[in-house]
């Protein structure tokens, strides 16, 4: 028996942030940039807690998924705002510039990427399931911008063209060659969108997924049932199980 006692990681504490920002994304979608004191920095595809404290003591929390690249001192978070929600709407029309919040964080080691990883990356997502992957997206453009070795492709489902999170800066990516993007819209009806329509299914894969020889990781999240699919669509098209990674984004929680 060893006489080392074992490695305990650190408890993860409440901190105070301070709101240094806050610009809206779509009608539905706000971000907050904050000054969190003694953040210890996070992964690209980690989330922190939120909790809110009403005056009563009543505490309400969720997690958020960071969108900030690692390379930021300050952390994004992009809230999608959630009908009769406790937190969200709270976040997304009353919060403003200069206001404390208390996050916790950063967590999650499962669903995170490096630029260093190996391997063509495809990354899927399917409306605010976006935020986690803009991390990784930003974090890429960060490190060094396109890495000929490591092809990077992101398959974006929205229902609007009003409804693209990050519209402009996705396309200044893809631009400027940090990632291949590919958006799909279900519920647009203007015919001055030129783009992809329709879900995200077998077919649509099978098109644009990188080739299962290559090796490829993917990463994929958004709602269930989209993500489900789309896991199940990748393993039947050769990709290996262990290296599709999903994050699944609850129809509450908010």
Known sequence: MSDTPPVVAPRLEWRVARVLEARDETPRTRTIVLDVPGWPGHRAGQHVDVRLVAEDGYEAQ??????????????????EEIENAEVSPYLCDVLQVGDGLEVRGPIGGYFVWSDADPGPVLLIAGGSGIVPLMSMLRHRARDGGARVDTPVRLLYSARTADDV?????????????????????????????????????SEMLGELAWPAAELPRAFVCGPTALVESVATALVALGYDPGKVKTERFGPTGS
Not at 62 to 79: C, D, G, Q, W
């Open 62 to 79: 969720r997690s958020y998924s960071i969108a900030s690249a690692p390379e930021r001192k300050a952390v994004e978070l992009t809230i």
């Open 165 to 201: 999170i990050y519209r402009s800066e996705l396309t200044q990516l893809a631009a400027a060659g940090v990632a291949d993007v590919v958006t799909t819209l279900t519920r647009e009806t203007s015919a001055q969108w030129q783009g992809r329509r329709g879900r995200i299914d």
